[in-house]
């Protein structure tokens, strides 16, 4: 097994998409984004760098999980899995894209709390990537605004700290996790 198995910390950049395919089989895909920091010896401060987007794509019984979890846009996040990379064209040029088949998704708890609890396991369906594939296409078709962008990195610094996101039963954190 070659595979190139990757973490990367980050947020949720786009609300996920949850699809049972034809063959039964959940698949959840998400994006998500990871802003570098660095420090600025010059200026005395941390500054961002561009922020990099991946595809997600989450298979059965993590998809199902994920989906009970309620991730939204924002919400901080640590992946794990396959690193894969396609190439694709685009108004006749080609594109390259970077995706994760994940094996774990996890919120990122240095940034807020959560609570677990177990799930049932189910039977295992025989994989269909090239539907994921076609899912993740998707995510390449919509341009995200620079707004978008700007908006997703502001809400993950350090004023997204300060928010408060208090659930039904008054808890507050940056996040909620339902399981």
């Known amino acids: 097994?070659?595979?190139?198995?990757?973490?990367?910390?980050?947020?949720?950049?786009?609300?996920?998409?949850?699809?049972?395919?034809?063959?039964?089989?959940?698949?959840?895909?998400?994006?998500?984004?990871?802003?570098?920091?660095?420090?600025?010896?010059?200026?005395?401060?941390?500054?961002?760098?561009?922020?990099?987007?991946?595809?997600?794509?989450?298979?059965?019984?993590?998809?199902?999980?994920?989906?009970?979890?309620?991730?939204?846009?924002?919400?901080?996040?640590?992946?794990?899995?396959?690193l894969r990379i396609r190439e694709y064209s685009?108004?006749?040029?080609?594109?390259?894209?970077?995706?994760?088949?994940?094996?774990?998704?996890?919120?990122?708890?240095?940034?807020g709390i959560a609570r677990f609890q177990r799930s049932q396991r189910s039977a295992s369906m025989p994989e269909d990537r090239r539907l994921a594939d076609d899912l993740a296409d998707r995510w390449l078709e919509e341009d995200m605004s620079e707004d978008l962008v700007a908006g997703i990195t502001t809400q993950t610094g350090d004023a997204a700290d300060e928010l408060d996101d208090t659930d039904e039963n008054g808890e507050a954190g940056p996040f909620r996790a339902v399981a």
């Open 1 to 82: 097994m070659n595979d190139a198995i990757v973490t990367v910390v980050g947020f949720v950049a786009q609300d996920p998409r949850f699809e049972i395919l034809a063959s039964g089989t959940s698949l959840m895909s998400l994006r998500i984004g990871s802003t570098p920091r660095r420090y600025d010896r010059e200026i005395g401060q941390w500054r961002d760098e561009d922020p990099m987007f991946l595809t997600v794509s989450c298979w059965r019984t993590l998809a199902d999980n994920l989906q009970g979890c309620e991730l939204q846009r924002g919400d901080p996040v640590i992946v794990t899995g396959k």
């Open 90 to 111: 685009k108004d006749g040029q080609p594109r390259f894209s970077a995706q994760i088949e994940a094996t774990t998704v996890g919120h990122d708890l240095s940034r």
